[in-house]
């Protein structure tokens, strides 16, 4: 009743608009041993129905706001073991490493901890990852830094961490939004050569940088492109800090050497193995107190004038929490480089929790994700942070030191708390260089490996030309311009792919499934001499296979055309604006190639042709081209979800160019494979799906062949098979007798006399018969065609 009403109402609307429609459902074949099938329109009420979510939906989004709810029940102290062993491990490694990476901020190293402390703190209450650690991390340090230096050149009388907390503050309110929006999805526009493009860059960039503060060298600009820092520290070595060099060189040294050894004795004695790698983790904590050590000594009676830089005092406690400075000038001041600094969050923390979630076998959550580092931004800053995401490293040592859930974070978050309050006197004498020493060693470590891009160039050798260029963009600019080179050229090769999409003519093999079974006397069933070749009758049927071979198929395969003027036609990549008009193109090339015009006299005069037509002949078909007419044309959907106004207009568009052609006859157009409901409504709104309509009756409708798949009614299983099975039994018990009956009676049997099979009892049409040209699949649509291509006059 309501789909009546719907159909009035459309019909309505119809005739107040002047549009014709017409959805031709009188002209449903009827079938005896089976139950038609008539396919609804979907409508637009039922497309906003669809995503006008329900109490449950906005109840289950609430829920999900809160991930910790589902698992926090369930905790225990097996899992607090492991929570408690990976947290310490990570706080150890946390404290160095803030406080260097607070110094590429051009901030104090309290801000560090404190970005830390807060990191891991919030996260946990958001986190769909368990082993995701938030908080510095070098490259947004990186870009946090030349924007807290070019704010500083317009607002002078504005402090740094200020404009860095008001960074914080408003890349959290965005990543905030995009994450209760649920658009995580947007993540998925980076790819992974631009990622790794990325993070190669900027990890040059930063070790780079570091490298005259390593070797106690003052030059003009340590940020500015890699190229111009190595000039730079080149022509002030002379100049070096003796002591610096030496104390940045052999703590550089000594992390890549506790390294190595822990990971040849892990491999030397495998039972260790746990052993030394949590030594290995612990490498930075030790070197950084070893060398603080060396330093305290060297500078113990030259406290006011140390001999070698130091970090100085880092004040105890929360000292700066406050309330975020925001206002329009400050906002001003960096709302250039606000793209970049959301983008390398969002590209750092995505990437790492994704990648980490599939070697530990859960998944997570990018929208969720988004919300967690958004409120962890824009928290942070009360209590003095500046903007955090995921860290690739700690996430690394936190994963293989067997953390259990995401708790672990609130341990880590008391180690950096138990610093701040009780071991900010030994920060004092921490040498700079050995700092520089740990974040070269951190960032070098992202690098993407040789043997990646290789792959890459396997995979698809455009993406390689990404790589570079995005690595070569940061190397000889800034990280910014390397994210959007990155991120264009990306973009780029993705529409170029999908403007200059082709697809492909189709034609007929018959192939047939094998197995090579191996023969008594031979091991291998490669060997020729020793494998037979079996098949099965039903292994045989039809295949479809480009006629050029262009899918890389065996060039002797023979391939023909499914009939005289049939054309079989696959999409490659999907069917919209963007590749229409390239698909069509390429098809009628094709067609106007391979057949002749049905009747040439319909042109005209040669004054009243269309120029490009000049050539062909006068008022009779030229007897020397043996071409076939344009019959039907078979569109494979399979790789088409939806289509749009521009691409049906493009389709009735080469439509009436075809018919024209074949005129007088008609081109039939069958589809296959479509599997959206609402493609089929665009191409029914379009006029396909039905018989075209016959010129002068010269197609009788007694002519045209509807050919349809249909399918059992519930299955082998279902109530109707039951029946069918019960019913055959009772004639079984009455078999006998009838046999008795039947060899005296000279009458042919009844239709109640044959046996029944039971697995077609029931049967029903798969798609709606009220669109006969939407066809099942391939092998019934050229069927089909073929079929009608018969009947044709000419």
């Known amino acids: ?52 979510p329900t109490a449950q939906d906005i109840g289950h989004y609430f829920y999900n706001l809160f991930p910790f709810i589902h698992w926090i029940g369930k905790y225990n102290l097996v899992w607090f073991i492991g929570d408690l062993i990976a947290g310490v491990t990570v706080g150890a490694v946390v404290v160095p490493q803030s406080m260097a990476y607070a110094q590429l901020a051009e901030l104090p190293p309290q801000y560090g901890l404190y970005s830390s402390f807060m990191g891991v703190l919030i996260y946990w209450f958001f986190a769909t990852s368990k082993d995701i650690t938030i908080g510095p991390v070098a490259v947004m340090s990186q870009v946090t830094g030349n924007v807290v230096i070019h704010a500083r050149e317009i607002l002078p009388e504005v402090e740094g961490h200020i404009i860095a907390s008001a960074l914080a503050v408003i890349t959290g309110a965005i990543i905030t939004f995009l994450g209760l929006a649920r658009l995580g999805w947007v993540v998925e526009f980076i790819p992974l050569p631009a990622i790794c493009a990325f993070m190669t860059g900027s990890a040059i960039n930063i070790s780079f940088g570091q490298l005259s503060r390593l070797l106690g060298i003052s030059i003009p600009n ?18 070096a800090a003796g002591l610096d060099a030496a104390l940045g060189v052999s703590s550089l040294v000594m992390l890549y050497l506790v390294r190595s050894i822990c990971s040849f004795m892990a491999k030397k ?62 906002i001003n001041a960096f709302v250039s480089e606000l793209p970049a600094a959301v983008i390398v969050m969002l590209i750092e923390h995505i990437a790492i929790s994704k990648s980490f979630g599939r070697v530990n076998n859960y998944t997570i959550d990018p929208s969720q994700e988004l919300v967690a580092i958004g409120v962890t931004n824009l928290l942070g800053p009360f209590l003095g942070a500046y903007p955090a995401t995921g860290s690739f490293s700690r996430t690394a040592i936190k994963s293989k030191a067997g953390v259990r859930t995401p708790f672990a974070g609130v341990i880590t978050g008391l180690v950096v708390l138990l610093a701040l309050y009780a071991l ?41 030309v990404v790589f570079f260029a995005g690595v070569f963009a940061t190397v000889f600019d800034t990280i910014e311009t390397g994210v ?65 071979h262009a899918d890389g198929s065996n060039p002797r395969v023979a391939i023909r055309s499914p009939y005289p003027g049939v054309f079989i036609y696959r999409f490659a990549e999907g069917f919209n604006y963007p590749n229409a008009s390239h698909y069509l193109n390429h098809l009628t090339d094709v067609i106007f190639k391979e057949t002749r015009r049905t009747d040439p006299s319909l042109l005209g005069s040669m004054g009243d042709r269309p120029w490009n ?32 106004v521009t691409a049906a207009q493009t389709l009735i568009d080469v439509r009436n160019q075809l018919d024209r052609y074949a005129a007088p006859e008609t081109v039939n157009w069958h589809f296959a494979n479509i599997e959206n409901r609402w493609t089929k409504r665009s191409l029914a709104a379009a006029g396909f799906g039905y018989k075209t309509p016959a010129r002068g009756g010269e197609q009788a409708a007694g002519n045209w062949k509807t050919i349809f798949s249909i399918a059992d009614l519930g299955g082998s299983d279902s109530a109707a098979t039951a029946a069918a099975v019960m019913q055959q039994q009772e004639r079984n018990v009455h078999t006998k007798e009838d046999d008795i009956e039947q060899a005296t009676s000279s009458s042919p049997p009844s239709d109640k006399d044959v046996p029944m099979d039971p697995s077609s009892a029931r049967l029903v049409a798969i798609q709606g018969l009220n669109r006969p040209l939407f066809h099942f699949d391939l092998e019934e649509a050229v069927e089909a065609a073929v079929a009608n291509a018969e009947h044709k006059r000419y």
């Not at 608009?17 to 979907?42: C, K, T």
């Open 1 to 52: 009743m309501a789909t009546t009403q719907k159909s009035f109402n459309m019909d309505r609307l119809a005739k107040v608009l002047g549009v014709e429609h017409d959805d031709r459902d009188d002209d449903i074949p009827s079938i005896h041993n089976a139950d038609p099938f008539i396919e609804p329109e979907p409508s637009v009420w039922e497309f906003i129905e669809e995503l006008r």
């Open 222 to 239: 340590s940020r500015a492109a890699p190229y111009r820092v190595i000039i730079d520290t080149l022509e002030r070595l002379p100049d």
């Open 269 to 330: 004695q495998p039972h260790r193995a746990k052993l030394y790698f949590f030594i290995s983790t612990l490498r930075t904590a030790f070197v950084i107190l070893l060398y603080t050590g060396i330093s305290a000594g060297m500078n113990l009676n030259h406290r006011d004038d140390p001999r070698v830089r130091i970090l100085g005092t880092v004040p105890r406690g929360f000292q700066h929490a406050a309330a975020p400075t925001i206002n329009t000038s400050i």
């Open 424 to 464: 900010t006197a030994v920060f004092f004498y921490i040498p700079s260089s050995a700092l520089a020493a740990v974040i070269i060693h951190a960032v070098l470590d992202v690098i993407t490996p040789p043997r990646v891009v290789f792959q890459f160039w396997r995979v698809a050798p455009l993406e390689v």
């Open 484 to 548: 959007y080179v990155t991120i264009c050229l990306s973009f780029t090769v993705v529409v170029v792919r999908l403007f200059l999409s082709r697809g492909r003519i189709l034609g007929l093999a018959r192939i047939r499934t094998v197995k090579a079974v191996t023969t008594e006397g031979s091991g291998d069933a490669k060997d020729p001499k020793g494998a037979a070749v079996h098949e099965t009758e039903t292994s045989v049927r039809n295949g479809f296979i480009p006629i050029d």
């Open 613 to 644: 037509e000049a050539n062909t002949p006068g008022s009779k078909a030229d007897a020397s081209d043996t071409r076939p007419i344009l019959k039907a044309i078979v569109l494979d959907f399979s790789s088409v979800n939806n289509i749009d």
